[in-house]
């Protein structure tokens, strides 16, 4: 695929403290998907709901591994891979935060002919000890 092409994203995400509070939030977007090198690439632009407005997220998809790229008022680049635990840097406009990602599940099943869809599960961890536990589904 030699240009970008428009697509519509559905996110569904989950949060879970160390309490148990759950915070659920599901958006609607348009977005671009390309396809390089054997990977395929959606980017979009994050909204005022995900509270991350002003930022764009750009995924790098492979088969087995995710690179998260974030920039604008959030910058990041976060890397999932099943039964993988990196460390990262979170720059947001409150300070820069030192956080921990360990993916727990990871599934993507993409599709030449139609909807394409991301499953991930990671626990993020930040230096201060808070702990979330993380669910992200992403159709396409």
Known sequence: MANDT????????????MEGNVENMEIYTEGKLSIKEHCSYISYKETEISGMEGSTTTLRIAQDEITLIRFGS??????????????NKYDT????????????????????????????????????????????????
């Open 93 to 140: 406009q409150y300070g820069i935060f030192d956080i921990e990602i360990s993916t727990s599940s990871l599934e993507v099943v993409l599709s030449e002919a139609g909807a394409s869809s991301i499953k991930l599960e990671y626990t993020m961890s930040f230096g201060d000890g808070a702990s979330y536990f993380n669910k992200l589904t992403l159709n396409y």
């Open 6 to 17: 428009s697509i519509f994203l559905r996110i569904l995400s989950s949060q879970t403290d």
């Open 74 to 87: 959030i910058n990041t680049k976060l890397y999932f891979k099943k039964g993988t635990t990196t460390k």
